[in-house]
C-alpha cells in the first residue's frame, strides 16, 4: 500500500513538474487586459526575441482593435497562435506594400515614358511675365499676374489641344510657383500658338507671390506636361 501511494505520489509530481515546464506557446492568452502584465508577461519572457516581438505586435492590434468597438483576443486564444496570426498580418502588410510599391514604380514609368513622348510633340516657353494693377476705369478691380506661353508643334500632325503646367524656378533651383494652363487651339505641324492667360493676384498666396517678385534674367521655368490631343483623335497624356 505503501508503495502504491509513492508511486501515486511520484506520478503526481512528475505530472505538475511537466505542466510547470509547457511550452510559453500553449498558454492561453487571458482576456482580461489588467492581468497581462502578471499572468502573461513571465511567459511572454521564454519566447525568442523574434517571437516576443509577434506577440506583443498582436497584442497591440488586438488592445487598438479593442479601443476602437473591435472584439481584442479571440477567448481561447494561445501565445503560439498569436503569433501565427501576427505572422500572418505582417506577410499580408508586406504584401501591400509590395503590391503598392510596384503600382508607384509603373505609374512614374508611365509619367515619365508620357512626358518625354509629350516633350517631343511640343515645346513649350515663356515668352513674357508681366505684372498689372488695379485699373478700375479698365475694368481691372484687382492686381493681375499675366503670362504669355508659346508652343510649337514639333509633330507631324495637327494638334488640337495642349494642357499642361509650367514650373518657375528661381536662381536656387527651387520651385517656387507655377501656373496652369490649358489650349484648345489647333496648331499645325511645324506651327506655333500663343497662349495669353491672366489670374487675379493674391499676395497671400506664398507661390504667387514668389512668381510675382520674380525678377527677368533671375529664373527660368519648366514645363511638366499632361495631355495633347491630335486634330485625328490620337492623344498622349501622363496617367492621374
Not at 3 to 14: D, P, S
Not at 90 to 101: L, M, S, W, Y
Not at 213 to 231: H, I, M, Q, S, W
Amino acid at each position: 500500500m505503501n508503495k502504491t501511494l509513492k508511486l501515486a505520489a511520484a506520478y503526481i509530481g512528475v505530472t505538475l513538474m511537466l505542466a510547470g515546464c509547457g511550452k510559453p506557446q500553449d498558454a492561453v492568452i487571458p482576456n482580461d487586459m489588467s492581468t497581462w502584465d502578471k499572468d502573461l508577461a513571465p511567459k511572454i519572457q521564454k519566447l525568442s526575441d523574434e517571437d516576443k516581438k509577434l506577440l506583443t505586435g498582436y497584442l497591440m492590434r488586438a488592445k487598438m482593435g479593442e479601443a476602437f468597438g473591435g472584439k481584442g483576443v479571440p477567448i481561447g486564444t494561445t501565445v503560439g497562435q498569436g503569433i501565427e496570426e501576427q505572422k500572418k498580418w505582417v506577410a499580408e502588410q508586406e504584401a501591400k506594400a509590395a503590391e503598392e510599391k510596384a503600382l508607384k514604380e509603373k505609374i512614374e514609368r508611365e509619367r515619365a515614358a508620357a512626358a518625354e513622348a509629350i516633350g517631343k510633340a511640343v515645346t513649350v516657353a515663356l515668352i513674357e511675365k508681366k505684372e498689372l494693377a488695379s485699373n478700375y476705369r479698365a475694368g481691372r478691380y484687382g492686381e493681375e499676374q499675366v503670362f504669355k506661353i508659346a508652343v510649337k508643334n514639333n509633330s507631324e500632325k495637327e494638334i488640337a489641344g495642349v494642357s499642361g503646367e509650367l514650373e518657375f524656378i528661381d536662381v536656387f533651383d527651387k520651385t517656387v510657383g507655377s501656373v496652369t494652363f490649358s489650349i484648345s487651339e489647333k496648331i499645325k505641324a511645324g506651327a506655333e500658338y500663343v497662349w495669353v492667360g491672366s489670374r487675379r493676384y493674391n499676395q497671400f498666396i506664398d507661390s504667387q507671390r514668389a512668381v510675382w517678385n520674380l525678377e527677368d534674367g533671375k529664373y527660368k521655368t519648366r514645363f511638366k506636361p499632361e495631355t495633347v490631343v491630335f486634330a485625328d483623335g490620337a492623344k498622349l497624356g501622363s496617367p492621374q
